[in-house]
């Protein structure tokens, strides 16, 4: 099979527009891309790409999904066949065979980093919120950096107490491994005891998210210093994090870079925090580093254009600058602000509303050719040796840029700074441009070699009983994908029939429940499940909404109760969906609804598991555009929004969002019934028999009560005609 670790470099290094375009024209609308659909006629375009969901989706014919969906569907192969072709693609090595107990291990390992890390985050932010050090200190830190709340919130930042080893203890008391503290480097261990110590101790705390949103590694500031401890401690290198690979902030950047077209790049955690208050998102932080090719391809993945902001004193500008040729390698347009003496990025973000911030970017962008010939012109002035050298330099980052136009432009306009013969810098850019071709053909020759050796290596030793690896099975298109998860089997679901397994019951959080009067416990909901089509789609558009949270935020913990023994148990979503329908004694109506929610309730407690990465890779296509449809922004909860107000995520108020849902959905079941019970009264044959008409009279009162009840909690009044 293919490994886990396998399917995310895929998954993360396939663009989906990168990927459609090769077989669609399309053209920028808005945030997204539109074309026309290859999976049927069409003169109107109706096939949109989301470069920040990672889907695709024709609203015509209804064909869409991740970009794995679309290569199965275009090409017609399997699920493995697809990730083969993407792999090629980018070239990425694939090795199809059965893991190793060792690599299963490690695999396990990975999973547990991530949660231990997870944690960690929520440990941090309840010290910053909830313990008296945590306020008087951390949070007083903040907020005296100018930080509002919200934003704290926002950006999960934590405290750390000054004690060394009070994490140590706490995740110990949780169960967690003192192995896995050591390998996401929360821990260490003395060299003189070998006790067990916190790295971030008496620190302000900043997560760093993967751009699915999982925390990977930590920065913890110190407070006080007197020279002799470092600022900034970051975590260290491990098998979940890669600093050279990862941008502080892309999580929350994504989105608005990809509707500005835009990305600005500063040095820091509070430089990104700061300019998010402003109302400038789509930032990101190379955390102090030179540009890496990894953190180049997770910009490229939502933008073309860069702006790189500096510090107005210019300490560092050269050192930074020499990783941006990469970028121009890379084909993107670079451009480059300096901000006033005395400003960084983070001090001139609180001093600036983001419409101020971005008129001052807009008339100070310079591109970034003639910024570096300008900076390096005032230091060689007229020495003509380091003009040579100067030049050079400029010369070398013309040469890697990939467009031939954009090459032209920037030797002719270098020519006019530098007052050199455009011809002269044209040869030169030629000859370097053919050094490099040669350097990368004998790269790749040497490495052909060494493969070539390594596999006559691996035949000579390979004894001649040993049987051949076998060839990978793709599932059908009714199975679960194997990605990472055992399989689960789903009995075979009719239309409204068949009762489905519920976990025990999950008890309604008392923080989000209204004072109103519960549900009548005599009173079955079973029995009001509509037996007729008439007025099902009322309920299943409730249903829809109900869904939608699940594909997005399923995994996500809405709260925490404690059981009879005092241990601490966090409810997900969609364990709070699922137990909520069961106290009712309801299931979900449409099968694939029912369908999707006993395969997350499988996999909840997995490890790692996220829902929206989980569908949108499933194999079976029918499910994927589904989770496809529930993702896009068709579904719009719009009355439970305020125009007048900043508006909140549905992630932000999931404890209010999701009970509202199945308020609503119960409600909407309700009414329908109420509907066939009225009309029933109306039969002349029930009108002739009293005790007919009685019984029904019965229920209709009693729906009548719960529908009354039912509103109540909703916020609703029901006017009875």
């Not at 949660?115 to 985050?121: G, L, R, Y």
């Amino acid at each position: 099979m293919i490994d886990q670790a396998t399917i995310d470099r895929i998954l993360d290094a396939a663009q989906i527009v990168d990927v459609v375009s090769e077989f669609v024209t399309l053209k920028r609308a808005g945030v997204n891309y539109k074309g026309l659909c290859p999976f049927h006629n069409e003169k109107t375009p109706s096939f949109v790409v989301s470069p920040s969901k990672g889907l695709c989706k024709c609203f015509s014919c209804g064909k869409g999904g991740n970009v794995v969906h679309f290569i199965m569907e275009h090409e017609q192969l399997n699920y493995y066949e697809a990730l083969k072709w993407l792999a090629n693609k980018y070239h990425i090595e694939v090795k199809e065979r059965e893991l190793s107990a060792e690599e299963k291990q490690a695999q396990n390992d990975r999973e547990s980093m991530f949660v231990v890390n997870d944690f960690a985050n929520n440990y941090f932010q309840n010290l910053l919120h909830n313990h008296i050090d945590g306020q008087s200190i951390g949070l007083a830190y903040f907020r005296q950096r100018g930080f509002r709340d919200d934003i704290i919130r926002k950006f999960q930042l934590g405290y750390s107490l000054n004690e060394r080893d009070a994490l140590a203890k706490e995740a110990k008391r949780k169960g967690f491994k003192e192995e896995f503290l050591e390998k996401t480097g929360l821990c260490y261990r003395r060299d003189n005891d070998g006790q067990l110590r916190d790295r971030f101790w008496g620190r302000v705390m900043f997560p760093v998210h993967t751009l699915s949103g999982k925390v990977i590694a930590f920065g913890g500031r110190v407070l006080k210093t007197d020279g002799k401890v470092a600022k900034y401690v970051n975590s260290p290198e491990s098998e979940i994090y890669h600093k050279s690979n990862e941008l502080y902030g892309i999580y929350f950047a994504k989105q608005a870079i990809v509707r500005d077209d835009r990305c600005f790049l500063v040095e820091g955690y509070t430089d990104v925090i700061s300019m998010h208050q402003a109302g400038i998102e789509n930032v990101v932080a190379s955390s102090g580093t030179s540009l890496t090719s990894g953190q180049i391809r997770l910009i490229h993945r939502f933008t073309n254009n860069i702006t790189v902001l500096y510090d107005g004193d210019g300490a560092g500008i050269k050192a930074s600058i020499r990783g941006i040729d990469m970028l121009l390698e890379e084909g993107m347009n670079i451009k480059v602000v300096l901000l006033p003496d005395g400003e960084d990025p983070d001090s001139f973000a609180r001093k600036h509303n983001a419409t101020d911030y971005k008129a001052y970017i807009n008339s100070h962008e310079v591109d970034f050719i003639r910024f570096k010939t300008n900076l390096l012109l005032e230091e060689v002035g007229n020495d003509p040796i380091k003009r040579a050298g100067l030049i050079g330099d400029i010369v070398r980052s013309i040469s890697v840029i990939p467009e031939n136009i954009v090459r032209s432009v920037y030797i002719r306009e270098c020519s006019q700074l530098l007052q050199v013969e455009e011809k002269l810098l044209v040869q030169e850019v030629n000859k370097l441009m053919m050094q490099s071709k040669e350097e990368r053909q004998a790269a790749e020759e040497k490495k052909r070699q060494r493969e070539a050796a390594q596999q006559q290596r691996q035949q000579e030793n390979q004894p001649s009983d040993t049987e051949p690896i076998p060839e990978l099975i793709p599932p059908s298109a009714g199975e679960m994908p194997s990605a990472g998860f055992p399989p689960l089997e789903i009995p075979p679901m009719e239309e409204g029939g068949g009762d489905i397994p519920m976990p025990p019951p999950v008890p309604f959080p008392q923080e989000v429940v209204a004072e109103s009067a519960p549900i009548p416990q005599p009173v079955d909901y079973s029995a009001f499940i509509p037996t007729q089509n008439k007025g099902k789609k009322h309920y299943h558009d409730k249903e829809v909404l109900l869904m939608q949270q699940l594909v997005r935020y399923g995994e996500k913990v809405m709260y925490a109760e404690e059981d009879e023994e005092g241990n601490t148990h966090h409810v997900t979503v969609v364990e709070h969906i699922a137990g909520d329908l069961a106290v009712d004694n309801l299931q979900l109506q449409d099968p694939m609804h029912r369908r999707m929610l006993d395969e997350v309730l499988a996999r909840i407690h997995t490890e790692g598991f996220v829902a929206s990465r989980y569908f949108f890779s499933h194999p079976d296509p029918q499910v994927a555009r589904l989770a496809a449809d529930l993702s896009s922004e068709r579904y719009q909860l719009s009355k439970y929004h305020s125009r007048s107000q900043k508006i909140v995520t549905d992630e932000e108020r999931l404890c209010e969002l999701v009970p509202h849902l199945l308020t609503d959905l119960k409600l909407a079941i309700v009414e329908d019934e109420l509907k066939q019970v009225l009309s029933a009264l109306q039969d002349r044959s029930v009108m002739t028999d009293a005790a007919r008409y009685m019984e029904i009279m019965k229920r209709y009162k009693d729906l009548s009560e719960v529908q009354r009840l039912i509103a109540k909690r909703a916020g609703e009044r029901v006017v009875l005609s």
